[in-house]
């Protein structure tokens, strides 16, 4: 399993950036974690095949995770005609991304196949095995924990700090974790963590690779170095292996 950034910033972080979308690439396709505004350029700059994509599953819906979506769809509409663009998430996420497909005429027949999945379930999906676990943010949000082809992975999405995120990660070989300022106060406050957060969610469920991302407005820094730990802060196309 390989793991590719597609973009991997905030809303309020440089617009080129492209919000968040990550990739977890096997031998046969790939599914998409997130679909923020630059997913869908980014899918061909990076040499992944549209046409390959098995799912996308959305975390909640903040612009930055979930606005490329309607794009991704028409455009596998014209380039994938016989493929229908499957979307996962927690019930009330689906229920959202129904809405968002109406308000913006994104057809939703053969096109898209919207499945609702249930939190602290696992759920296989296309030989996928997901869990859900709800985060605490501004508004509802799930943690990620994805398994595929004998690999683990566990994504926070956005999230103070929580239990949620120890749960998820617990046995997998890699954390992607948000980190959007160093201001413990403030980022707890508005359902956000700090690099440090992190770092203490990695040493609690025993991982040994840390991604780091979803920057604000100033960049990601490390707060000190931890010999046990493998710490990443991914740029656009940038690849790991898990």
Request: negative net charge; hydrophobic residues 40%; glycine residues 8%.
């Given at each position: ?9 905030s ?7 492209g ?10 396709g ?35 995770h979930?606005l ?54 696992e ?33 926070s ?12 990660s ?10 959007s300022?160093t ?16 770092i ?15 920057p604000?407005l ?5 707060p ?19």
């Amino acid at each position: 399993m390989r793991i590719v950034f597609l973009a991997c910033s905030s809303w309020v972080s440089n617009p080129y950036l492209g919000g968040v979308s990550i990739a977890i690439v096997r031998d046969s396709g790939f599914a998409l974690l997130d679909c923020g505004p630059k997913a869908p350029e980014r899918i061909a700059l990076c040499g992944l095949d549209p046409c390959s994509l098995d799912f996308v599953l959305v975390t909640h819906m903040h612009g930055d995770h979930v606005l490329g979506l309607p794009t991704l769809i028409m455009w596998r509409r014209f380039r994938c005609p016989s493929k229908t663009t499957v979307v996962v998430g927690a019930k009330p996420v689906i229920d959202s991304v129904r809405k968002l497909l109406e308000l913006v005429g994104c057809p939703q027949h053969r096109e898209v196949e919207l499945v609702p999945i249930s939190v602290g379930e696992e759920t296989e999906i296309m030989g996928y095995r997901l869990t859900l676990f709800e985060a605490r943010h501004s508004i509802y949000s799930t943690v990620v924990r994805l398994c595929v082809e004998g690999s683990c992975i566990a994504y926070s999405s956005d999230t103070a700090p929580c239990s949620a995120i120890a749960e998820a990660s617990r046995g997998c070989s890699v954390l992607i974790h948000e980190a959007s300022g160093t201001d413990p106060e403030l980022m707890h406050r508005i359902g956000h963590s700090t690099p440090l957060d992190a770092i203490e969610a990695a040493a609690a469920s025993g991982v040994k690779r840390l991604v780091l991302m979803h920057p604000g407005l100033e960049p990601i820094s490390v707060p000190m170095r931890f010999s046990d730990l493998t710490i990443v802060v991914p740029h656009a196309c940038y690849e790991i292996s898990s």
